[in-house]
């Protein structure tokens, strides 16, 4: 769908778990490609958009079972890859980022210790270039007062600044491709638009290809390129984000109409009916 | 004064002296009967400590508090309490995990004394929309809107006048946050209560709510109407950057919020 050669592309992805009750699949063969650009993955929770992008990364739980025809990355087949290999490409050239920045950062080290660990574990750098690059890159995601930052520990670091701070730990290394997994749906909404601010530089200046998961239609509509919307392990829709308002699947037109909007009141909420045949 | 609820110049400090936080700063509302009245605010604000105030949950505050002109203290009658129920944020946090849904609604009618058990259960879960079949499952053999709607079926029990919702549908997807704004749109109508609804979403308040108080570290820096709110016209910089910011993303307004942050740094 983009002109530029993807980055990533998927094709044919899985990932079953075997339960007492039978097989449960939460990716049901899903294809896309990204290129250096925002690709934003909406659903409800359970629609298998977090196990799709865990599943690229190898970070699906163990009892998973993944299968893909393609998973491409850069060129080589990350499902062929050993995990030694994975290694070296997961936090180097491919990254992630987690909803909870309070969970994700190690409670009892000091944060900018942290984003220089990121640094030097990839560069082999020594300390004090490390420290150098993890001040440089704190600045970058527009933290006002770096070398105050840099001393202090998660708790005392607001749910803005965490999650700043997990982005300048994942960007450090500078991936080529970004795995974003509701970054900004622990944060307010004013604080929200000034980390979706660095993801947009971070594309548009130094061509790093997103993948945006979220489960707000409105922001992916106004922050992304494009959107795949998933259900039930599926994509059933693809569009570009600016055309999400005319979405076309039952599906998204229902999540779309059961939105309470500021714009336009609604006497009263549509609520979704479900059709089986979706999930056909 | 026939407002249904009347809060006064309520305060509430958390902490010891010197690290003594103000978490609620000289607030005053009013709420009418049969009113839904929204309080909007970003995370730390102080609206759910305003709720717990008012439900007897947090004791420690200071100012008035009156419900129909009765006033509230610290400490109060199980009658008092009937008349004003709370429905909270996280149905999965909030509803026991090991009792069934018909020992959690069974509770409060055998605490305030009040019989025909059965009769009770039996109607509350039917006008929530969940037939009888759900009366003896456990809440994890629930979806989390089911859950919310036992929590709120817990709170009507007791007839309350007034109900407290802090953030009831933060914790649900989109397509189940719109079945139970609608059914609380619903119960209000047809047993006339009285709201005061708390959320960070300005499209949720506005589709709930008539009048909104806009809150900020504590203090109610704003009130307006869904209307006003829906046009962008706001008094305060902070409601109309925050009814920005809820628009959705803004390459521009990202920026503009950055030269802000720097000229108050």
Redesign the interface.
Known sequence: MSAAPAVLSVDGLRVAFDTPHGVVEAVRGVRFDVGRERVGIVG??GSGKSMTGRAILRLAPRTARVEAKRLQFAGEDLAAASDRRMRAIRGRRISMILQDPRVALNPVMRVGEQVAEAYATVRKASRAEARERALDMLAQV?I?DPRRVYDLHPHQVS?GMGQRIMIAMMLVPEPELLIADEPTSAL???V???V??IL?DLVNRRGLALVFIS?D???V???CDRVLVMYAGRIVEECRAAELARASHPYTR??LE??????A??E?????QRDPAWLA | MNALLAIEHLSVDFGERRGTVRAVDDVSLAVGPGESYGLVG??GCGKSTVLRAICGLNRDWQGAIRLAGDALGPRRSPAMHRRIQMVFQDPYGSLHPRHTVDSILREPIAVHGLGDTNGRIRGVLDQVGLGPAFRFRFPHQLS?GQRQRVAIARALLLEPQLLLLDEPTSAL???I???V??LL?DLRRERNLTYLFVS?????I???CDRVGVMRAGRLIEETT?AR??EGRADQAYTR???E???????A???A??DL??AQ?
Request: charge should be negative.
């Open positions: 409800e929770s527009r006002r749910g307010d909404v004013t929200r638009m000034q979706l601010a947009d489960h239609l409105n922001l509509a106004t922050f229902g999540l059961s939105l309470p909007r500021l714009d009141p609604r009263r909420l549509a609520v979704l | 970003e995370s989390g997807d989109v397509s946050q719109s079945e704004l609608n749109a960070h979403d300005l499209a949720v506005a589709h709930m869904a709110l829906r950057r925050f009814v910011a809820s628009g959705g993303y803004d390459r307004l990202a920026r919020f950055a942050e720097e740094a």
